[in-house]
C-alpha cells in the first residue's frame, strides 16, 4: 500500500480549539468525576500512586523503629503484624502496579500517535475500582482491623479459624476490587498496542516503551487471574465454610500457594518491565545515540514473558516438594537471569556507543545500575535450592527483594518522573534539590539493605518484631533503622522537588531531552486531544500541529480516532469514542458497595446488591451501536474509512478477546486446583458420592444442550436468534438451579464445594450471556442493527461460545470425576 | 592484613542462629556454597560497574558492537555461569537429601501456635515426648519428620542444616546432623501469628552410644510413651 497523502495544512490555533472544545472536559468537580481522558487518569494513577508509596513507607518507617532495638516496645504484635502486611500490600497492589498501569496510560497514546486509549469510559471505571478499593483498605488500617497475616495470606493462618476478624476479609475483597483496575488496564492496554498505533506504523516500528507494556499487559492478562481466583476461593471459605484449603476436609493450604505465587512470581516482571521500559527510552536519549539491539531487547522481552511463568515454585522450595522437581524450577529461575542480562549489556553497549551526559534522569539509572545488578544476582543465589533452605523466610529475602524492586522499579520510576516531568506539567526541572535527593535515597538505601543480607544469613528471620536472645543482630539493625531514615527523608526531597518544579518551574522548551519519541511532538502539558492530526510516516511536530496527518481536527464534532491492522500497522476504521460520563464512578460506586456488604457479612444483601450491578452495567450499551448508517469518513486524501459501527472486527471485540484470554486463565486455574486437589490432596480421594445420578444427568445433559442450541443461536447474522436463545438461557439457569438444589452440601468436602463453584461460575456465564443476547435484541428493536451493522452480536457470539465451551468442560469433568468412582 | 580481616570479618558473622557458623555436614555445604557465590557476585557487579563507568569515560567511537553485548555478555557470558552455579546447586542439594540409610535416627517435630514437641529415644530407649527441646546423638544423622498441627511453620535450626516447613496434613522430612556434641538454636522461620518471634527452641548433641538421662526441664511437658 502507498503511504497516505498529507492533508492540506490548516490554522494549528482553529484546531486546537476545535479539538479542545471536543475532548476536553466541564471544569470543576463535576468534569474530575465524569472525565474520561487518558492523560488525565494516567496522572492520577501516578500522583495517588506516590501518596500510597508515602503512606507505605511511613510503616516502613515504624516497622523499623520497633526492629531498631532488640526488645522494643514501640508497637504491640498485633499492630506490628498489621504494618508489615500493609506495608507489602500497599506496595505491591496499590503503589507499583497502579503506577505503571498510569505511566502507560499516560504516555502509550503519545507515543504510538493516537488520541486516546481503547476504551476511555474503562479507564475511568478502573480508576475508580482503584480509589475505592484504597479507601476500603486505608479505613481498615486507621480502624485498626487491617490484614495482618503477611503480604501473601498464607491459609491456614488467614482462614477463619485463625483468623476470625475481618482483618483478610479486607486483604481479599479490597485487593480484588482493585485488581479489577489492573484487569481493565490490562485489556486496555493490550488493546492500544495492537489497533492504535499511528497510521503505517509497524509492530517493528514500536518505541521500544510500547513492546515492554505489551508483554507486561499480556503477563497482567494471564498472570493476575491466578490471584483473582485464589482470593474469590479464600473468601469463600472464610464466608461460606467451603473447604478449599483446609486439609482435614479434602483442601490443601499448598494450593493457595501454587496460585498465589504463579501470580506474584509473573508479578515481579510486571513490576519490572515497565520500569526497563523507561530505562531503554530514557538511556539512549541521555547517551545522545540509538539503543542497541533493537531486536534482541523485543526477543528478551518475550523470553522474559515466558518464562516468568515458569518459575512461581522457587518460593515454595521448603515446602517439601521433591528436590528433582525443584532442581527443574531452580534451573528456571536461573534462566530467567539471560533476558535481564541481555537487557543490561544492551544498555550499557548503548553507553558505549553514546556520548553520555549526567542529566538527573541519567543519576537514577545510575542508582538502579549500582543496584538491580546486586539485587539479580542475589536472585540468582536464591534460585539455588540448597542455599534457599538457609536464606528463605530470613532477613536475606527481604534485602534481595528491596534491591530488586527499589533498584529494578523505583530508581527507573524516579529516572522516568523527573524526565517526562517537563510533559507532565510543561515546567523545566531545577538540577540542586533533585540530585540532593538523589544521593540521599541511594546512600539511604544501601545501607539500610546492603547489611540487611549478612542480617538474614545470621539467622534474623523475617516478620519477628523482637529479637532478645540475639544482640549478635542489634548493630546490624541499628544501623539499617538509621539509614531508613535517611533514605525516607530523600523520598521526601524528591517528592518536594517535583511538586515545586509543577508550582513554581519556569516554562519549559518544547522537546527537552532532544528525545526521537512522539510523546514530545505534543503541547507541553498535553493537552486532551494529544495531537491535532495522526502523525503519517515520516511527519514532525509542526506538520502534525498543522493538521496535515491524518484525522485533522474535529469536523463531526466527535473524538475520532484511527484504529489500524495490529501487525501492519495500516489504517482500518475509525472508532469514534466515547465522552465525559458519570457510569465508570456509579458502575465503581455500585461494585464497592458489593465489597462493603460482602465485608459486613450481609451475604443474602449482597447477593440482591448484584441486581444493582446488572442494573448500573447495562446502561453502558445505551452509547453503543448507531441508527443510522453513515458515509466513508475522510482521514486523509485518498484514505478513506468506514466508522466502527460499520466494520466486525472493532475494538470492543478486540477488548473481549482480551478480557476471554484472562478469563480463560481463571477458568485454567480452577481446573488446575480441581486436578491438583485431586491427585495432590490428602484426604481424597472423596467420600463415596451420594449426588442422586439420574435427576444429576438429566439436568447437566439438559444444560448442555441448552448451551449449545444459544452458541447456534448466536450463528445467524444479526443477532437474529437473540430472542429464541433468551429463553433458552433462562432454562439453562433453571437447569443450574436444579442441580445446585441436588448438590451434596459444599461444607463436607472439597470436592463439593469445586462443584458448587462451578455452577457459580456457569450460572455468572449464563447471565452475561443472557444479557448480551437481550442487548441484541433490544439494538434489532431499536435499529442500532443493519445488515452492514453488526452491533452486538459478534461480541455475544463470542461470549456465548466461550460460555458454552467452558460449561461443557466442567460438566464433562464432573460426569469423569462420578464416573471413576 | 587480608587474613585478619577475614577473621574479623568470620568473627562478626557468628551467632547460636547464625548460618556461616555451621556444625552440621549441610549447613557446612551451603556455607561454603555462599561463600563462593558471594565472591563470583562481588567480581561480577564490579565488572558490570566496571563497564557502565568505562561508558562515560571512554571517548573513542570504536567500541565493541551488538555481537559482544548481546551475544558474548548477555547469552554466553550470563549462560556459562548460570550453569556452573546451578550445576553446583543440584550437586550440593542431592548430597543433603534424606536418602535411605539403615544408620538413621529418625525423630519427630510437631509445630503448633507458638511451640514445638519432639519425641525422640530417651535413655532407656523408649520414645519420649519433649517441649522446646529435641535431643539428637552427635555424629549421626537424624532424620526429622515436620508435621504441624494448625497453621504453616518452619524447622529451622541454621547451624545444622537448612529449613524445612511444617505444613499440615503432610509429613515432610529434613536430615540433620551434629558433628560436636553441644546446645544448637532452633526457630520456626514461617510467619505463625502474634507468637512467632517467640517460637524458638534448642536442639541438644549428646556423645557416646545411649543419651543422657533427661533433665528437669525437658521434663516440664514431657510426656512418656
Known sequence: ?821 | MVPLCAVALLAGCRGPLSTLEPNGPAAAVIALLWWAMLIGAGLITLLVLALVWRGFARRADDGPGEGFWIRGMGLGFTLSILVLVVGAGIRTGERIQPHPDPGVLRVEAIARQWEWRFRQPGPGGALIETLGRLHIPAGRPVDVVIRSEDVIHAFWVPQLAGKMDAVPGRDNLLRIQADRPGVYQGRSAEFSGTGFAGMLFEVLAWEGDTPPPFTDKDAEGARAE
Open chain 1, 1 to 821: 500500500m502507498t503511504p497516505p497523502q498529507p492533508n492540506l495544512p490548516q490554522s494549528a490555533l482553529k484546531l486546537h480549539r476545535e479539538l479542545d472544545r471536543v475532548w476536553g472536559r466541564p471544569p470543576g468537580l463535576r468534569g474530575i468525576l465524569i472525565s474520561v481522558n487518558h492523560s488525565e487518569l494516567g496522572l492520577r494513577f501516578m500522583i495517588a500512586a506516590f501518596v500510597f508509596f508515602a503512606i507505605a513507607g511511613c510503616l516502613a518507617m515504624l516497622i523499623r523503629a520497633q526492629l531498631a532495638t532488640p526488645a522494643g516496645a514501640f508497637l504491640d504484635v498485633g499492630l506490628y503484624n498489621q504494618f508489615f502486611t500493609m506495608h507489602g500490600s500497599l506496595m505491591m497492589f496499590m503503589f507499583a502496579v497502579p503506577l505503571l498501569e498510569g505511566l502507560g496510560m499516560y504516555l502509550l497514546p503519545k507515543m504510538l500517535g493516537s488520541r486516546d486509549l481503547a476504551f476511555p469510559r474503562l479507564s475511568a471505571f478502573g480508576w475508580w475500582c482503584y480509589f475505592f478499593g484504597g479507601l476500603i483498605l486505608l479505613t481498615a488500617l486507621a480502624a485498626g482491623v487491617a490484614p495482618d497475616g503477611g503480604w501473601f495470606m498464607y491459609t491456614p493462618l488467614s482462614s477463619k479459624a485463625y483468623s476470625p476478624g475481618i482483618n483478610a476479609d479486607v486483604w481479599l475483597l479490597g485487593i480484588t476490587f482493585v485488581e479489577i483496575s489492573a484487569v481493565a488496564a490490562a485489556v486496555e492496554i493490550t488493546v492500544t498496542i495492537l489497533r492504535m498505533r499511528a497510521p503505517g506504523m509497524k509492530l517493528t516500528q514500536m518505541p521500544l516503551f510500547a513492546w515492554y507494556m505489551l508483554g507486561t499487559a499480556a503477563m497482567m492478562l494471564v498472570g493476575f487471574p491466578p490471584l483473582i481466583l485464589a482470593s474469590v476461593l479464600l473468601e469463600l471459605e472464610r464466608a461460606f465454610d467451603w473447604p478449599f484449603f483446609d486439609v482435614t476436609r479434602g483442601g490443601d493450604p499448598m494450593l493457595w500457594q501454587h496460585l498465589f505465587w504463579l501470580f506474584g512470581h509473573p508479578e515481579v516482571y510486571i513490576i519490572f518491565l515497565p520500569a526497563a521500559g523507561a530505562i531503554s527510552t530514557i538511556l539512549p536519549v541521555m547517551a545522545r545515540t540509538e539503543i542497541l539491539g533493537y531486536g534482541a531487547i523485543v526477543a528478551a522481552i518475550l523470553g522474559l514473558v515466558f518464562l516468568s511463568f515458569g518459575l512461581w515454585v522457587h518460593h515454595m522450595f521448603t515446602t517439601g516438594i521433591p528436590h528433582m522437581a525443584l532442581a527443574f524450577f531452580s534451573a528456571a529461575s536461573a534462566l530467567v537471569a539471560v533476558p535481564t542480562a541481555v537487557q543490561i549489556f544492551a544498555w550499557i553497549g548503548t553507553l558505549w556507543k553514546g556520548r553520555p551526559e549526567m542529566h538527573l534522569p541519567m543519576l537514577h539509572l545510575m542508582g538502579f545500575f549500582s543496584t538491580f545488578v546486586m539485587g539479580g544476582l542475589t536472585g540468582v543465589m536464591l534460585a539455588i535450592v540448597p542455599f534457599n533452605w538457609q536464606a528463605h523466610d530470613t532477613a536475606f529475602v527481604t534485602a534481595h527483594l528491596h534491591y530488586v524492586l527499589i533498584g529494578g522499579f523505583v530508581f527507573p520510576m524516579m529516572a522516568a518522573a523527573v524526565y517526562w516531568m517537563p510533559l507532565f506539567t510543561g515546567k523545566a526541572a531545577v538540577r540542586g534539590p533533585g540530585v540532593m535527593a538523589f544521593w540521599l535515597i541511594l546512600i539511604g538505601f544501601h545501607g539500610t539493605f546492603f547489611l540487611m543480607h549478612l542480617t538474614g544469613l545470621m539467622g534474623m528471620a523475617r516478620r519477628i518484631s523482637t529479637y532478645p536472645d540475639n544482640p549478635e543482630w542489634i548493630w546490624l539493625n541499628l544501623s539499617s533503622s538509621f539509614f531508613s531514615f535517611i533514605m525516607a527523608a530523600g523520598f521526601a526531597l524528591f517528592a518536594l522537588d517535583l511538586i515545586l518544579q509543577w508550582l513554581f518551574g519556569a516554562k519549559s522548551r518544547r522537546n527537552p531531552w532532544g528525545a526521537k519519541t512522539l510523546e514530545w511532538a505534543m503541547l507541553m502539558p498535553a493537552p486532551g486531544y494529544n495531537i491535532a492530526s495522526l502523525p503519517l510516516p515520516g511527519q514532525a511536530a509542526l506538520q502534525i500541529a498543522r493538521g496535515e496527518g491524518a484525522l485533522p481536527g474535529a469536523p463531526r464534532d466527535r473524538r475520532e480516532t484511527l484504529v489500524v491492522d495490529a501487525l501492519s500497522g495500516e489504517a482500518r476504521h475509525v472508532a469514534v469514542l466515547p465522552s465525559n460520563s458519570a457510569l465508570p464512578i456509579l458502575s465503581a460506586a455500585v461494585i464497592g458497595g458489593f465489597v462493603l456488604l460482602m465485608l459486613s457479612s450481609f451475604y443474602v444483601a449482597a447477593g440482591c446488591w448484584l441486581f444493582a450491578v446488572a442494573a448500573v452495567f447495562w446502561q453502558w450499551q445505551r452509547w453503543m451501536g448507531s441508527a443510522q448508517g453513515e458515509d466513508l469518513i475522510p482521514a486523509a486524501p485518498g484514505l478513506y474509512l468506514p466508522v466502527h459501527h460499520e466494520v466486525p472486527d472493532s475494538l470492543a471485540r478486540s477488548g473481549l478477546i482480551c478480557l476471554l484470554i484472562a478469563n480463560g486463565a481463571l477458568f485454567g486455574c480452577f481446573l488446575f486446583s480441581l486436578g491438583f486437589l485431586s491427585v495432590i490432596a490428602p484426604n481424597w480421594p472423596a467420600p463415596q458420592s451420594a449426588l442422586p445420578a439420574e435427576p444429576a444427568l438429566l439436568l447437566s445433559l439438559g444444560l448442555a444442550l441448552c448451551l449449545v442450541l444459544s452458541s447456534l443461536l448466536a450463528r445467524p447474522r444479526l443477532g437474529s436468534g437473540a430472542g429464541p436463545a433468551l429463553i433458552i438461557l433462562i432454562l439453562a439457569l433453571g437447569a443450574v438451579i436444579g442441580l445446585a438444589l441436588i448438590l451434596e452440601d459444599p461444607t463436607a468436602h472439597a470436592r463439593n464445594a469445586l462443584r458448587a463453584a462451578a455452577l457459580g461460575y456457569i450460572a455468572l456465564h449464563c447471565v452475561i450471556a443472557a444479557l448480551l443476547a437481550g442487548l441484541c435484541r433490544v439494538q434489532r428493536r431499536d435499529g442500532r442493527m443493519a445488515a452492514n451493522r453488526p452491533g452486538a452480536a459478534p461480541v455475544w457470539r463470542l461470549w456465548q461460545d466461550y460460555t458454552t465451551v467452558t460449561a461443557l468442560l466442567l460438566i464433562a469433568t464432573v460426569g469423569l470425576q462420578e464416573g471413576l468412582s
